[in-house]
């Protein structure tokens, strides 16, 4: 029987790829000294990640359609769990990187079966306000994510950390074996190169691709360049950890200005002008005060803009695609995780910060002016 799943359950499934992200990025400094590569080298696990991510959201969409939403997501997160255990035991750093892939392409599941079923569940302006919802749920991400892996990699570094991923896993994966209803209705038969090709020709859905992966480029190559900017200003993992604090305060509270406004019926499309504002501000403080820890400043309203804008684009993206949500969700995901994952290798390449978000605001204003 066709159940509506627990909300909650839904936000902690969303939440934990970003909390898997950010608990890392406090251990890149403990990674490069442990392992002997570089800051660069180092970085370039996280862009990696993006990548294989972007594989597995296609895998495990298709099969959404194909096996149902609550098998595909019980054989997703056995994966990842099995990636956390391999990084958590190797010394070797070709090792860990292929741990990483085989960890992204598990917990992409959480990411594009979750949406799935939302949308499975909820219609129109109900799954707008369900959207929002999930959208402070991914606010508090940072926060319990920097934190934990501040406090994790000051007491035992990356080992640490990879143990609580694989804690966390083995969790997540005995309560969703016992509490994850099934919400596919019917299965759809599945025309991926009819739908890939209607999708690519999309201008609509390409430029949503667009504006989530630049969010998301700018708040993560936060997380991926911020550790060893820290560093080079006197500060170690700890105090990078208590700036998701910060960080997370900002997505949060625009994540509840962003709700309220969508109750007052707002649109979507003033609630986008507002968010690429913010990242336009943010992008220009944080180049002229990264030399100072008071970069964090603006970095607030690059994540206020993250908190308002996601949501928005997510929960109108596919409305076209009812019919094979699942698939559509997977090409649809694939699209802006290839982008995200092509957005940080090049971050890692430049090593700039300030350089990395003003380009991203260029864009995004651009993006934002060209869709409808």
Same mark, same amino acid.
């Given at each position: 029987?066709?159940?509506?799943p627990s909300?909650?359950?839904?936000?902690?499934m969303l939440?934990?790829?970003?909390?898997?992200?950010?608990i890392?990025s406090?251990?890149?400094?403990?990674?490069?000294?442990?392992?002997?590569?570089?800051?660069?080298?180092?970085?370039?696990?996280? &862009?990696?990640?993006?990548?294989a991510?972007?594989?597995?959201?296609?895998?495990?969409?298709?099969l959404?359609?194909?096996?149902?939403?609550?098998p595909?997501?019980?054989?997703?997160?056995f994966?990842y769990?099995?990636?956390?255990l391999?990084?958590?035991?190797?010394?070797?750093?070709?090792?860990?990187?292929?741990?990483?892939?085989?960890s992204?392409?598990?917990?992409?599941?959480?990411?594009?079966?979750?949406q799935?079923?939302?949308?499975?569940?909820?219609?129109?302006?109900?799954?707008?306000?369900?959207? &929002?919802?999930?959208?402070?749920?991914?606010?508090?991400?940072?926060?319990?994510?920097m +934190?934990?892996?501040?406090?994790?990699?000051?007491?035992?570094?990356?080992?640490y950390?990879?143990l609580?991923?694989?804690?966390?896993?083995?969790?997540?994966f005995?309560?969703?074996?016992?509490?994850?209803?099934?919400?596919?209705?019917?299965?759809?038969?599945i025309?991926?190169?009819?739908?890939?090709?209607?999708?690519?020709?999309?201008?609509?859905?390409?430029? &949503?691709?667009l +504006?989530?992966?630049?969010?998301?480029?700018a708040? %993560?190559?936060?997380?991926?360049?911020?550790a %060893?900017?820290?560093?080079?200003?006197?500060?170690?993992?700890?105090?990078?950890?208590?700036?998701g604090?910060?960080?997370?305060?900002?997505?949060?509270?625009?994540?509840?200005?962003n709700?309220a406004?969508?109750?007052?019926?707002? &649109?979507?499309?003033?609630l986008?002008w507002?968010?690429?504002?913010?990242?336009t501000?943010?992008?220009?403080?944080v180049? /002229?005060?990264?030399?100072?820890?008071?970069?964090?400043?603006?970095?607030?309203l690059?994540?206020?803009?993250?908190?308002i804008?996601i949501?928005?684009?997510?929960?109108?993206? +596919?409305?076209?695609?009812k019919?094979?949500?699942?698939?559509?969700?997977?090409?649809?995901?694939?699209m802006?995780?290839?982008?995200?994952?092509?957005?940080?290798?090049?971050a890692?390449?430049?090593?700039? /910060?300030?350089?990395?978000?003003?380009?991203?605001s260029?864009?995004?204003? +651009?993006?934002?002016?060209?869709r409808?």
């Amino acid at each position: 029987m066709n159940t509506k799943p627990s909300l909650w359950l839904m936000v902690v499934m969303l939440m934990f790829p970003q909390v898997v992200e950010t608990i890392y990025s406090p251990a890149l400094g403990s990674i490069a000294q442990s392992f002997s590569v570089s800051s660069s080298q180092a970085a370039q696990t996280l &862009s990696i990640y993006f990548l294989a991510f972007a594989f597995g959201v296609v895998v495990w969409g298709i099969l959404a359609d194909k096996l149902g939403r609550r098998p595909t997501m019980i054989i997703g997160l056995f994966i990842y769990g099995c990636g956390a255990l391999v990084a958590m035991q190797t010394d070797n750093f070709p090792t860990l990187m292929l741990a990483r892939v085989l960890s992204a392409f598990g917990i992409a599941v959480g990411s594009v079966v979750t949406q799935t079923m939302l949308r499975d569940a909820f219609n129109g302006e109900e799954l707008g306000k369900v959207f &929002s919802l999930m959208g402070i749920g991914i606010s508090i991400s940072p926060v319990l994510g920097m +934190l934990l892996g501040g406090q994790l990699t000051a007491i035992g570094g990356h080992h640490y950390v990879f143990l609580a991923l694989f804690a966390m896993a083995l969790a997540l994966f005995i309560y969703n074996l016992f509490k994850l209803p099934e919400t596919q209705k019917e299965k759809q038969p599945i025309q991926l190169v009819c739908l890939s090709l209607r999708m690519v020709k999309d201008t609509q859905i390409l430029l &949503s691709a667009l +504006l989530v992966a630049l969010y998301n480029i700018a708040i %993560f190559s936060y997380y991926q360049l911020g550790a %060893f900017i820290f560093v080079d200003l006197g500060f170690g993992s700890e105090q990078f950890g208590y700036s998701g604090i910060v960080l997370g305060i900002g997505m949060l509270l625009s994540s509840y200005l962003n709700k309220a406004l969508l109750s007052k019926k707002m &649109s979507q499309r003033f609630l986008l002008w507002v968010s690429a504002t913010l990242l336009t501000i943010g992008a220009v403080g944080v180049y /002229l005060t990264l030399g100072s820890i008071w970069f964090i400043t603006p970095m607030i309203l690059v994540a206020s803009s993250f908190g308002i804008a996601i949501p928005n684009v997510l929960s109108v993206a +596919l409305a076209e695609y009812k019919q094979q949500v699942g698939s559509a969700g997977a090409l649809f995901g694939q699209m802006y995780y290839l982008m995200i994952g092509g957005g940080l290798l090049l971050a890692a390449v430049v090593q700039h /910060l300030g350089i990395v978000l003003v380009v991203c605001s260029t864009v995004t204003v +651009l993006a934002t002016v060209s869709r409808k």
